[in-house]
């Protein structure tokens, strides 16, 4: 795995807001194929076919306690601000706390990411193959 990409990466969906279509694009060109979000102890954990992991802190404030009551329609809410360019990767963070997110997972190759509440909910957000996304 490229880790400077990955640290790249992570640092510049903070500071540029680069969107999602592009980080995956860069996360994939660095031979990562899924990654972790811890929100609770801000790091990502980054998987690569072979079995490498990286791991990387989120440059963020903390995000607060997950509520125990997942709220999957916060979730989608929070996902259809990021997309439409409401609110950054920060607020996105946040907001997706708020609504009982503990951590979410996203796996490159299965086009989907998982966010995952305190009790076992979740929500399953399917996204586009890179050829179709904007």
Do not use: W
């Not at 990654?35 to 690569?48: E, G, H, P, T």
């Amino acid at each position: 795995m490229n880790t400077e990409i990955i640290k790249d990466t992570c640092e510049k969906s903070f500071t540029e807001n680069v969107p999602f279509p592009e980080v995956l694009k860069r996360l994939a060109e660095a031979g990562v194929e899924s990654y972790y979000a811890d929100l609770n102890q801000l790091q990502k954990f980054y998987y690569a076919p072979c079995g490498e992991t990286f791991v990387a802190r989120l440059k963020t404030q903390p995000l607060g306690t997950a509520t125990e009551q997942f709220d999957a329609n916060a979730v989608k809410q929070a996902l259809q601000d990021i997309r439409e360019k409401k609110i950054g990767y920060a607020e996105f963070l946040q907001q997706i706390v708020a609504a009982g997110t503990l951590a979410y997972t996203v796996h490159l190759r299965g086009r989907r990411a998982l966010y995952i509440g305190r009790t076992g909910d979740f929500h399953v957000e399917h996204f586009p193959p890179a050829s179709s996304q904007q």
